[in-house]
């Protein structure tokens, strides 16, 4: 932890540069793979699944079977969380449901905005040490509650070939019944190929590592779409006199846990606050299971004390944390000038696991400053809108001529024909 | 024009293949321009406009004074029409304002998603054959509606080295007085990095040529987000014996002369329809200035006769038009079962030239199929979401359980700590 106070705003850059997450180096094996399962589809999954994952396996798709026993083994108190923060997810993002925009912009001219699901969506849950099953309710139930008609997981397989059973237990919970172990890029150009096995999509979504990340752009340039552009997981706490050192401690190691290149900053006009901080930090981290990972997230983290609020938000906005969680006196004056975050938790008892989990927000969010241009995944992420309109003759006498002046200054007669022709017989028309 | 009859489903796949649009072979260029941007700034840029658009130049800003004088030089009628379509193109983009989304998702426990503007929004408009001021009113509208901070113009300087007239007068119309003259991969570089005169962005808008549309997909693998990627103009009409020839002629027409790779597909439940519209455009087309263009994209373009209109539709939604027309009797029909489209024109009086400019929606729509997965450009386009939650005391008692199960599950003790702390600090306070 480097503790820095009020520094000068020339040097705020440097303190708050991420870790450079540069795909550049990993995109000669994406395009291999990319090719090669274009090529030999499903072969080419079950090779690579094999060369990164040590799994040899015939078949990708999870049975029936499979399902039923990972319902056995999961526990009952772990089936009820789940369903605890299954509901508080679905109340928050049916809540985003919107209707038709409709507006008669000029009389006779009737325009209005629907949205409609996309079709065709892959999820893709990561791997690695952590079984992601919160990641399942964040995807799957926004994906149907949008309504979208074929929605498929991707999953790397466990060193024994299976799928972590809470993973199964939570598609099968959402109504997700087609779930296929493959992971990596592997799974990622699958869903961007299509292969015999795993169809392709139209829109992929869920974390991963740079690899994964480095996929899902890959795919966008096949014009597959993606929800973001992914990285390591970030918190940036907001604190000033009235914050609890222990509980600031204990948010910060919560992100630090993620990864050893996750972010985790705090930022407070309270001068004494990083010592304190620090400390707990200390204590708390002796504890920790994953304190190896931990203790390497926090050698990074900036616990920056700065005198003025205004200097403070500036920063945070600078920043573009992930995660905020701001404890301060003033809070209502940090929300008015906040523009850039992910998901925002306020006061003493909104701990950032609360939405990583069982709020209901989603915890799929935008890393890496990406804050600035992205949403986190929302109901919206699964859903495109289309527009219509309707023009009546009078309509189109209206606006007839702004359209043909229009048309003629682009140099596009063609457009302009398109709507004399129809006021020519509107004229016609009322003469009889 | 290819008139096919009836054809077989296995088929459809080829009839509807657009054609190829690898921007693979344009990585290259692409990455030198990029990299050229990126190490001299400024003076790259002026090179490689000389080199492409022939134009010597030592400002790349546009001055207050070429402001006047295109205002000077702008039609009086011309001026009229922009103004007119402005006001209708604000309605429907402040129509799709909406409000803060705000659920209690259990008892002390508030969530809620609130959008907030895109700080800094870079928009291009091509150059080329027609100056494209249409497309200023389509992006600069909504951007200033989002509340954009930071919102800036690229477009390539025409021969003489000034910017058409109309462009500078949309744009400071608009509210848009910060335009550069830059075009091509050099000015979406210029916007990705920022050079000292042209500032970096945080997302890219606008149409483009295939170099543009590899240019803003590089600028995406640079975390600058992008609106869509980009392709020639389409138009698909779905018409029955309602439908008057001379209209479905010209609406097609209107497409072709966007370019000589402009997709336009007439679909029909009536057997007679394409030998009508063959003729309709044979006679409209030689009267045509872009005549030329209009033949070539004309010579690609299919006029498919289907008997069943559920045949139809399904063959609409697997080619995911970017303008569909609808005049069918059972529009209602076509409408109920619609579900990939850009922007859907209804009855005979709603050519598609109407929503190019002045009926009120937006004109940047997903071409190529994109139309599955991605919204034209709306409002949100220049909004991010962002969620908030506060929870109470009494709101983490509740779900604080359900969040410490999951947390140990996905073996993230930190995450758990973090909820403990603060439900042993609540049973601590209950006791006094």
Redesign the interface.
């Known amino acids: 932890m480097e503790i820095i106070r009020n520094p000068e705003r020339a040097s705020w850059k440097t303190i708050l540069t991420r870790p450079a997450q540069d795909?550049s180096s990993l995109r000669e094996t994406v395009e291999y793979i990319f090719k090669e399962v274009q090529q030999q589809g499903d072969r080419a999954v079950r090779q690579f699944t094999e060369k990164y994952d040590g799994i040899r396996q015939e078949n990708l798709l999870v049975s029936g079977e499979d399902f039923e026993r990972a319902d056995n083994e999961v526990?009952e108190?772990?089936k009820q969380?789940?369903q605890?923060?299954r509901?508080?997810?679905e109340?928050?993002h049916q809540?985003?449901k919107?209707s038709v925009?409709?507006?008669e912009?000029?009389p006779g001219?009737e325009?209005w905005?629907e949205k409609?699901p996309?079709?065709?969506v892959g999820l893709y849950i990561p791997g690695g040490?952590?079984?992601?099953?919160?990641t399942v309710l964040m995807l799957a139930i926004p994906a149907r509650i949008a309504g979208c008609q074929e929605i498929i997981l991707c999953t790397p397989p466990l060193a024994d070939g299976s799928i972590h059973p809470?993973i199964l237990y939570t598609a099968r919970l959402c109504g997700i019944n087609v779930v296929y172990k493959a992971g990596g890029i592997q799974a990622i150009a699958a869903m961007t190929w299509g292969t015999t096995s795993i169809p392709a999509v139209?829109?992929i979504f869920g974390p991963g590592n740079q690899y994964v990340t480095a996929a899902k752009?890959r795919a966008?340039?096949q014009?597959?779409?993606i929800d973001m552009?992914a990285g390591p997981s970030e918190l940036l706490v907001m604190a000033d006199a009235t914050a609890?050192p222990?509980?600031v401690a204990?948010?910060l190691?919560?992100?630090?846990?993620?990864g050893p290149d996750s972010q985790v900053i705090l930022v407070t006009t309270c001068p004494e606050l990083p010592d304190l901080v620090a400390a707990e930090v200390e204590k708390?981290l002796a504890e920790?299971?994953?304190k190896e990972i931990?203790a390497k997230a926090m050698e990074n983290s900036k616990l920056v004390s700065i005198e003025k609020a205004e200097d403070a938000i500036q920063l945070v906005n600078d920043y573009a944390p992930e995660h905020l969680i701001i404890v301060c006196e003033e809070e209502a004056y940090y929300?008015r000038h906040?523009?850039?975050?992910?998901?925002?938790?306020?006061?003493?008892?909104?701990?950032?696991?609360?939405?990583?989990?069982?709020?209901?927000?989603?915890h799929t969010l935008?890393t890496?400053?990406?804050?600035?241009?992205?949403?986190?995944v929302?109901l919206?992420s699964f859903l495109?809108?289309?527009?219509?309109?309707?023009?009546?003759?009078s309509?189109?006498a209206n606006?007839g001529?702004?359209?043909e002046?229009?048309?003629a200054?682009?140099?596009?007669?063609?457009?302009?024909?398109?709507?004399s022709?129809?006021m020519k017989?509107?004229q016609d028309d009322s003469r009889y």
């Open positions: 795909a526990d108190n772990l969380a789940i605890a923060a509901l508080n997810i109340l928050f809540k985003q919107s925009i409709r507006v912009t000029a001219v325009c905005q409609k996309i079709e065709k040490s952590a079984p992601l099953f919160s809470a139209y829109k752009q966008s340039l014009g597959v779409a552009p609890d222990a509980f204990a948010d190691l919560s992100q630090a846990e993620h708390q920790l299971p994953r931990a929300l906040l523009r850039n975050a992910g998901s925002v938790f306020l006061g003493a008892y909104s701990p950032e696991s609360a939405g990583d989990y069982a709020s209901g927000t989603n935008p890496n400053g990406y804050a600035r241009q992205y949403s986190g929302n919206d495109k809108s289309i527009t219509f309109q309707r023009i009546s003759k309509g189109l606006i001529p702004t359209i002046i229009m048309a200054a682009e140099g596009l007669t063609g457009h302009k024909n398109a709507v022709l129809r017989r509107i």
